[in-house]
């Protein structure tokens, strides 16, 4: 009999409380991988933001073996939303960051190549004026002759740049013409807002097809200023002599 009240106590517990007994958490990883998933969106703008998809899938996948070894967390449903949401944007950004690096590298080596055909034709003040930022080069218009005579900073510039190790090999060769020759791309970077590409080519006599140099040319991309900010500009970074064949000698 003394029983009795405590087990009537305990069997309206129970009964006035059933839903509270069967209650399940909602595991608070699944929602946070669920919500990362629906912004790994962000994944296709720049490679910088890939890691917000990895994190979705690491914090979906997280919550769900612990959803699958718990009896109170409930959420599998939003850990696999949250995983897919992120598979699909991370890849998207990968295929359209691999696709963009591909355009930017073929560019840099184009301009690469027409920069150095400049220095081999001895064209060495439109060479010179590819090294400059926009807001320093001269309209297609001006006579480069006049423009770096006028003043002696300017001249000081071109002279600097003549007496630069590659340029000054190339400007010096007395022979008949010379061409240049893709060989490979050797690098790509990306830093601080602007694009790198370091490319090799090989300088031949175009008559005799002989090898004469190898030489690396560093291109950089970078955004124009003031009316020009939202257009982007190649400029010659450098150029360095590699190997020298036994017929440049």
């Known amino acids: 009999m003394t029983d009795t009240p405590n087990h009537a106590s305990g069997a309206g517990f129970s009964a006035e409380n059933e ?8 595991s608070r990883l699944a929602i946070g991988g669920m919500v990362l998933g629906v912004f790994s969106v962000l994944a296709i703008f720049t490679s910088v933001l890939w890691i917000v998809p990895v994190l979705a899938i690491i914090l979906s996948l997280v919550a769900y073996y ?8 409930t959420g599998k449903g939003m850990a696999l939303i949250g995983m897919g949401l992120a598979a699909i944007w991370l890849g998207i950004g990968v295929t359209q960051g691999g696709v963009r690096d591909r355009v930017m590298m073929s560019t840099s080596r184009e ?6 055909d400049l220095l081999l ?16 080069r001269q309209s297609a218009t001006t006579s480069l002759e006049g423009y770096y005579q006028k003043d002696d900073l300017t001249k000081e510039d071109l002279e600097a ?10 400007r010096g060769w007395a022979g008949g013409p010379l061409e240049a020759k893709f060989v490979r791309d050797i690098s790509s970077s990306f830093y601080e807002g602007v694009n790198y590409g370091r490319h090799e080519f090989q300088v031949i006599d175009k008559e005799s097809g002989k090898p004469l140099w190898d030489v690396e040319v560093l291109m950089k991309r970078e955004r124009g200023y003031g009316e020009k900010q939202n257009e982007f500009f190649w400029i010659a970074d450098s150029i360095s002599l590699g190997k020298t064949y036994p017929d440049a000698r």
């Open 19 to 26: 839903d509270l007994l069967e209650y399940r958490e909602l």
């Open 161 to 170: 740049f003549e007496t630069h190790d590659a340029v000054k090999v190339l």
């Open 121 to 136: 034709e001895k064209k060495t003040m439109e060479a010179h004026q590819l090294t400059l930022r926009p807001n320093g």
């Open 111 to 116: 301009m690469a190549k027409s920069w150095l």
């Open 66 to 73: 612990q959803i699958q070894k718990s009896d109170v967390l």
